[in-house]
């Protein structure tokens, strides 16, 4: 049984994986993920790959909301932004992928840091409806805008190529979206224990103080948004390549509100809980479309409200979270681990 854990060099105290336990378990889970487009068929795998791109996008969510404090309704549109601008440069410049997606990456960034400078002077409430203006501003650029975003009709992308191999295979773009995840999965464990990370969390939990102290508010509020943006923005790359076209419709603002529903439900402030809600809300419009097919028999118009009814359960699960485990999906999993930690010597 597992008594204690001891470190013994500040290498060992710092580690992203600090047991052997963990190590394996992350052994195993990138020998599983490998392994799974194998065995998976065709819709399962597209499910994966879209859990990974929206894991992708509400871990830079997640940067902003549960690291820094700062609450965005507007974060489908930093998505389109790198999306569009990823896009725009593969198609009329012929950038290739490797190229085009840090582009959009950084486009997205900048209009974070458009977006994210009232946060100085507002907070809150008044930040969610700044945020919100500049969902709607975004979709409507990406509508009317047409002759660069192409109007409701889009803008069709050709497959990446990377290294003159062309990712035209379902298999090929589910592996080069979860290496990107998991490559900025770790560079965001990273952040958290830097110098920029601290200071995330000391605005966070009390700004004031964190001031007192020396950390430039504005500053620190805005390389929150910046990082989240292009968190957003290389999301919004590999839902190009995926997809395969982009069009307005895909970054809604009711998208917006499923990334804050699995930031939510995962666990403010957590890596390993974002990823338990980007499974859990990507699986229950899963389940409503299942209940809805059961139901389509005896009530043929089921099908006509599974839209409306999928943001009900979203709103309603952030609600019922926040009330009974504000901590999300990751600390249910936690007091799992500590119950089998200690079975069966639990008082």
């Not at 379902?170 to 560079?187: G, I, P, R, T």
């Not at 110098?195 to 939990?205: E, H, L, P, Q, Y």
Request: net charge positive.
């Amino acid at each position: 049984m597992l008594i204690g854990n001891y470190k013994e060099t500040y290498a060992s105290d710092e580690a992203v994986f600090r047991t052997p336990a963990a190590r394996w378990w992350m052994a195993a889970l990138g020998c599983a993920a490998v392994a799974y487009p194998f065995v998976a068929g065709d819709y399962l795998l597209y499910l994966a790959t879209l859990m990974g791109v929206l894991a992708l996008a509400a871990l830079g969510l997640n940067v902003l909301i549960g690291f820094t404090g700062q609450i965005s309704l507007g974060h489908a549109a930093f998505m389109g932004v790198g999306s569009y601008v990823t896009a725009i440069l593969a198609t009329r410049l012929g950038l290739p992928f490797w190229l085009s997606v840090p582009a959009g990456g950084l486009a997205a960034c900048a209009a974070g840091m458009v977006v994210g400078a009232p946060s100085l002077r507002i907070k809150g409430l008044y930040l969610a409806i700044a945020t919100l203006a500049a969902q709607v501003i975004f979709e409507w650029v990406f509508t009317n805008w047409t002759s660069v975003t192409g109007g409701i009709r889009g803008i069709n992308v050709p497959p990446a190529r990377v290294w003159g191999v062309a990712l035209d295979g379902d298999v090929k773009v589910y592996f080069l979206v979860e290496a990107l995840v998991a490559v900025h999965y770790l560079l965001a464990a990273n952040l958290r224990r830097s110098r920029w990370g601290r200071a995330f969390v000391a605005v966070r939990d009390r700004d004031i103080a964190a001031e007192i102290v020396g950390v430039n508010i504005f500053r620190t509020k805005i390389v929150a948004f910046m990082v989240s943006s292009y968190y957003a923005g290389i999301a919004g790359g590999l839902w190009v390549y995926f997809m395969k076209v982009v069009t307005p419709e895909n970054f809604p603002l009711s998208l917006s509100i499923q990334f804050l529903a699995i930031v939510v439900v995962g666990g403010l402030g957590s890596i390993p809980g974002t990823l338990l809600g980007t499974v859990f809300m990507t699986l229950v419009p899963e389940v409503l479309k299942l209940a809805t097919g059961l139901v389509r028999a005896a009530w043929p118009e089921a099908q006509s409200y599974l839209f409306p009814l999928r943001d009900v359960v979203f709103g309603t699960l952030i609600v019922v979270f926040l009330i009974f485990e504000p901590k999300g999906l990751v600390e249910m999993w936690n007091r799992l681990r500590r119950f089998f930690a200690l079975w069966p010597f639990e008082k």
